[in-house]
């Protein structure tokens, strides 16, 4: 368990006279502030916050005019990153004068993620879009980035704000958060659950674990959070690490959290060869294609998400409005094509919308 001194009293603060407060945070979330749903589906409050993101220092004049990205996400070659890549693509060519080239490491490596997008400054890009493997390690060669004059927006994993200069959330965090703990109670009760993500240090999955502390604690304060472990966004580590709780935890397992797109079929697939299908709960985050057939056989009943290609969409739309001057510090709202009007929150990110809950009633629908 990983503990901050911070995580401890916020934790006291928010939660008082709930059973979690005591025990402070578990392992995997991070230590800044929370924002727990209303309990009663409600969509809470957020308050107004000034522009908190950087600036591309002496960046070109190339309003309208053709422009060159590259996208940088936190490895290539799974159907996430693949399905927000081909949302990419859709935009660029829309829009006719955005060229886009998604590359980046194998693995989901943040020193090998740091060398692609220092070479591409290197080589020339007015663009850089980011997935970030660590908000602080990447910071500084992004920072590099926009002293150059290169523009840089985040999406799906964010930098610290100071490094880039928007960043396109796919749902609010406390939103994810809920939509996960919600659809696990519904399935488990006030039973014991465990997380398998990727790694402590990725910036949008402790996040999302902070605010399910939060919300289940106020939520759900009944329901037992075992362990959280990592795996490395690998496919293999994910199903062993699965395997390995169902192991430890036995009969005292009800539930599993995938907070990856590897996770979370990679879980199912442990759940499923161990024949626990119906014992063992599987929630989480991932591609419909990739949990078709764990919810087709009923062993999966609900997958969260949202659409991966709409937020690669959405980012190069954010891109060019920076690029032509379009989006500046201060807006409260940016045109992106086919999605209409997105809302500026939390000072400069843009919120593609509210998290979606795929089943066997709607998966067929969707295609990535």
């Known amino acids: 368990m990983r503990l901050t001194l911070s995580a401890i009293a916020?934790?006291?603060?928010?939660?008082?006279?709930?059973?979690?407060?005591?025990?402070?945070?578990w392992d995997g979330a991070d230590d800044?502030?929370?924002?727990?749903?209303?309990?009663?589906?409600?969509?809470?409050?957020?308050?107004?916050?000034?522009?908190?993101?950087?600036k591309a220092v002496g960046a070109p004049n190339k309003m309208g005019k053709p422009i060159t990205l590259v996208d940088v996400p936190k490895l290539i070659g799974?159907?996430?990153?693949?399905?927000?890549?081909?949302?990419?693509?859709?935009?660029?060519?829309?829009?006719?004068n955005v060229k886009v080239t998604t590359d980046g490491p194998t693995e989901a490596k943040i020193d090998e993620q740091i060398?692609?997008?220092?070479?591409?400054?290197?080589?020339?890009?007015?663009?850089?879009?980011?997935?970030a493997n660590d908000p602080v390690a990447i910071a500084p060669v992004l920072k590099k980035a926009l002293g150059k004059g290169i523009h840089v927006v985040g999406y799906d994993a964010n930098s610290t704000p100071d490094a880039r200069e928007w960043f396109v959330n796919q749902a609010e965090f406390n939103g994810i958060a809920k939509a996960l703990i919600d659809d696990m109670a519904k399935e488990i009760g006030d039973k014991s659950f465990a997380i398998v993500t990727s790694t402590f240090t990725?910036?949008?999955?402790?996040?999302?674990?902070?605010?399910?502390?939060?919300?289940?604690?106020?939520?759900?304060?009944?329901?037992?959070?075992?362990?959280?472990?990592?795996?490395?966004?690998?496919?293999?580590?994910?199903?062993?690490?699965?395997?390995?709780?169902?192991?430890?935890?036995?009969?005292?397992?009800?539930g599993l959290f995938g907070m990856t797109s590897v996770a979370t079929p990679a879980s199912a697939e442990a759940v499923t060869r161990a024949q626990?299908?119906?014992?063992?709960?599987?929630?989480?985050?991932?591609?419909?294609?990739?949990?078709?057939?764990?919810?087709?056989?009923?062993?999966?009943?609900?997958?969260?998400?949202?659409?991966?290609?709409?937020?690669?969409?959405?980012?190069?739309?954010?891109?060019?409005?920076?690029?032509d001057g379009k989006l500046k510090p201060g807006d409260t709202s940016v045109e992106a094509g086919k999605l209409g009007k997105l809302s500026v929150v939390n000072?400069?990110?843009?919120?593609?919308?509210?998290?979606?809950?795929?089943?066997?009633?709607?998966i067929n629908d969707f295609d990535f």
């Open 10 to 25: 916020l934790g006291a603060t928010l939660l008082a006279g709930h059973a979690w407060a005591a025990g402070g945070r």
């Open 32 to 54: 800044l502030p929370v924002n727990p749903l209303p309990c009663d589906g409600g969509a809470g409050t957020v308050a107004a916050k000034p522009y908190d993101g950087g």
């Open 78 to 96: 799974i159907g996430y990153f693949n399905a927000t890549s081909k949302g990419m693509q859709a935009a660029a060519k829309e829009l006719g």
């Open 115 to 131: 060398k692609f997008i220092d070479n591409y400054i290197t080589r020339g890009v007015d663009g850089v879009l980011f997935a």
């Open 202 to 254: 990725t910036p949008n999955q402790a996040r999302w674990i902070a605010e399910m502390w939060a919300y289940a604690g106020k939520c759900h304060p009944k329901m037992k959070w075992l362990e959280t472990v990592e795996a490395q966004e690998d496919n293999i580590l994910s199903f062993n690490q699965a395997s390995t709780l169902l192991n430890k935890y036995g009969d005292q397992l009800a």
């Open 276 to 323: 626990l299908c119906g014992k063992v709960a599987v929630v989480g985050l991932a591609t419909p294609n990739a949990m078709r057939p764990y919810v087709k056989s009923n062993c999966v009943k609900s997958v969260v998400l949202w659409n991966p290609v709409n937020l690669g969409y959405a980012a190069v739309y954010v891109m060019r409005a920076v690029v």
């Open 347 to 362: 000072g400069s990110e843009i919120l593609l919308g509210s998290p979606f809950t795929y089943s066997k009633d709607n």
